[in-house]
């Protein structure tokens, strides 16, 4: 560096200016679930206040709401990471339909070994999937057009189908089948902790959350897919495979609901054509609950976890407290809007407080 | 420097998209330690050529050699490997992501085994703190969004990558078209690095007053068709300048080289260009007078006139 070592230094100054040292407390408020753990203590306050005495603070009332938050938190971690990426999944509702059904009409209807119909299952859902994600990068189409049709093929087919083979739409009868007894150990078990019942899908919904968030923060892949949400083209560029990146995604997701289809389908011996109708709508508000970006390249796994435990509470809440849970619907769109709100506000001054 | 085996050459090359042609017979090598300034108006086909070099596009027509022997890439990736790094107009950063998941996108560096085999980012994190100092910028927060950092700065990381993962031809698509002065004399510094370092530079650019400095050698494109390639030695700034541009337009870059002088000598000291270059540069297109606001110029030490 010869005469250019002076400019070096004054640019050097300048910059470090720039890049002011940011407090620990700032860079935990930026932390995409930062709204959703502050929102849970929120609702838990508020339902612990009106309908603690109702029996909400109970360790049954905990069970009973961390129950629904599980089946809906195992898709919203796998919708999470798929909306990090880019894209959303309005066909996984219609998928969990159509796996309970596979695995009814496998081992209820036709008393095929339990363990072939959830097979058959995952292998239905992967294919899903990967057409899904394959129609996507292919097309260039959103994925909200692509999987909207999905969802009505699917769920259309599952009905017709089923029908076809069994002349109904609910299909009972795997208690019956063979091995059934470990499928129940393995889905549909309850834990007995200080006399309440917990569902073994809260495990399942751990494993889920543990799974993504170590994907999304420690792992190649999950830096890929943020890259990939934040600016696809930017991500091909510097070598990110990003066509392979999205249909993993949407395999994810697809999986996500199978597991749960399989874990309904176990718990209650049978399946019916309609069920998992609006959940993806009710896990892509948990996700965005949760802080992820609906624009993608942003957000958290961990935060599904809270926003889908946020929608247990409430929806079980209200139960407590003794409201008609008709208002549910109204609760929850309120919520999604005032978390919007809460989270575009925060990352806005986490953008611009480093500046 | 001509005997010497290029690090990348072109021939023929031809690109169409559908019935545009973009490209039309478009020979160019590059070599080791040179500065290489694509020089054209918008829709010349600066892009599309350097797109074709960094394995985005493949050429319709003609040959591509990288260390003499015939490539075909299939992806950028493949052009990385070969060690072509390019940096893109429409940089490739993620504005939302941290400065260290951006630094290391597609080449993270790995830790553990097994199933625990995981994303180093702690290393990720010194490496990219490392980088940005030899670069002269001190970061203390490797998480920080990248959308914080000004263009400027934004180019020195790319770069900054580039260089670390081991390029050998660093291709930079317009670097200083979204910067001030001040901030493109900062981009053109780093170019002479990387040509002290004996990286082949293609430098993209549509304005003379940032390649010429910097340049070793300048090609032309014209709506597709190449005026060939011109030595330094064998042009001069205002040739250079009618041949990109057309006479008409000389008049009004005259304008723009005497507020280039006026606003920011220190930026053109740092090119190792003096008050005085500047001046007479300005006299010659006839557009008046240039003050230097402190004295005295400095004498010429910098190596970025050399070339
Ligand atoms: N992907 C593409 N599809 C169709 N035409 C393109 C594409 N990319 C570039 N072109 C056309 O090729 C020509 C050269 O463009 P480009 O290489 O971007 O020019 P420059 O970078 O020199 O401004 C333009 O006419 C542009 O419209
Ligand atoms: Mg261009």
Redesign the interface.
């Known amino acids: 560096m ?3 070592g002076n ?3 004054g ?2 100054v300048r ?2 200016e ?5 407090s620990a407390l700032r ?1 935990l408020l930026v932390r995409p679930e930062m709204g959703a753990a502050a929102g849970s203590i929120v609702v838990w306050l508020f339902f612990a206040l009106v309908a603690g005495s109702k029996g909400f603070l109970t360790m049954s009332g905990t069970a009973s709401y961390l129950q629904v938050a599980a089946d809906l938190g195992i898709l919203a971690v796998a919708v999470a990471l798929l909306m990090i990426g880019g894209e959303f999944d309005l066909s996984i509702g219609s998928i969990i339909g159509a796996c309970g059904m596979i695995i009814a009409i496998t081992a209820g209807h036709f008393q095929l070994h339990i363990g072939l119909g959830i097979l058959l299952a995952f292998l239905f859902a992967l294919l899903i999937g990967w057409v899904n994600g394959t129609m996507v990068v292919r097309t260039g189409l959103p994925s909200f057009i692509i999987t909207l049709g999905s969802l009505f093929i699917i769920r259309g087919a599952t009905i017709g189908v089923t029908r076809m083979t069994t002349g109904r739409t609910q299909v009972g009868g795997i208690d019956e089948a063979p091995g059934f007894e470990l499928a129940q150990a393995i889905f549909a078990s309850k834990l007995t902790i200080a006399g309440a019942n917990f569902s073994i899908s809260i495990l399942w919904w751990l494993l889920a959350a543990v799974v993504a968030t ?1 994907t999304l ?4 892949f ?3 897919i ?2 990939v949400g ?2 696809a ?9 990003v066509a392979r990146v999205k249909i993993t995604l949407f395999m994810g997701t697809a999986v996500a609901a199978c597991l749960v289809a399989v874990l309904q389908a176990v718990s209650f011996t049978g399946a019916d054509v309609l069920r998992g109708s609006q959940q993806e709508f009710y896990a892509i508000i948990a996700v965005v609950i949760g802080g992820t ?1 609906l624009t993608g ?2 957000g958290s796994a961990i935060g599904a976890v809270l926003g889908a435990l946020i929608f247990g509470m409430v929806r079980q809440g209200i139960v407590f407290a003794g409201v008609d849970a008709d208002w549910f619907q109204v609760f929850l769109g309120v919520m999604l809007l005032v978390a919007v709100l809460v989270n575009r506000y925060v990352r806005k001054r ?2 611009e407080a ?2 | 420097m001509t005997t010497a085996t290029p690090l990348l050459e072109v021939r023929n090359v031809t690109k169409y998209f559908g019935s545009v042609i973009a490209l039309y017979d478009i020979s160019m090598t590059l070599h080791a330690g040179e500065v290489m300034c694509l020089l054209g108006d918008n829709g010349a086909g600066k892009s599309t050529l350097i797109k074709i070099l960094s394995g985005v596009h493949q050429p319709s027509q003609g040959e591509y050699l990288v260390n003499g022997r015939p490539v075909s890439f299939r992806s950028p990736r493949d052009a990385l490997d070969a060690g072509i790094a390019t940096v893109y107009q429409d940089l490739a950063m993620i504005p939302l992501m941290g400065l260290s998941r951006n630094f290391f996108l597609g080449s993270e560096p790995m830790v553990g085994w097994g199933p625990f085999r995981r994303f180093d980012t702690r290393r990720a994190d010194e490496v990219t703190r490392a980088e940005m100092a030899k670069m002269g910028i001190q970061v203390r927060d490797p998480g920080q969004p990248v959308g914080t950092l000004s263009g400027g700065e934004r180019q020195c990381v790319a770069i900054a990558r580039a260089v670390y993962f081991g390029a050998r031809v660093l291709i930079l698509d317009e670097p200083t078209a979204a910067l001030g002065v001040k901030e493109a004399s900062v981009v053109l510094r780093y170019i002479a690095q990387a040509r002290a370092r004996n990286l082949g530079v293609i430098f993209i650019t549509h304005n003379v007053h940032h390649a010429y400095p910097i340049g070793d050698r300048f090609t032309l494109l014209n709506r597709g068709r190449s005026y060939g390639t011109f030595s330094k030695a064998d042009v001069t700034r205002e040739e250079v300048t009618s041949m990109m541009a057309g006479g008409a337009e000389l008049e009004e870059l005259g304008h723009e080289l005497a507020e280039f002088a006026r606003t920011d000598a220190v930026a053109a000291r740092a090119l190792g260009k003096t008050a005085s270059e500047l001046n007479q540069e300005a006299r010659d297109l006839q557009v008046g007078h240039y003050a230097p606001p402190d004295a005295p110029a400095p004498t010429r030490t910098d190596r970025t006139e050399a070339g």
């Not at chain 1, 720039?18 to 940011?22: G, H, N, W």
């Not at chain 1, 083209?233 to 495979?241: E, S």
């Open positions: 010869s005469s250019s400019l070096a230094r640019q050097e910059v470090e720039r890049m002011v040292q940011t860079r170590w923060l420690r792992t190649r999950g830096n890929w943020f890259g934040g600016d083209n930017a991500a091909r560029n510097v070598g990110v495979p970006l390249g942003y986490a953008m480093r500046r």
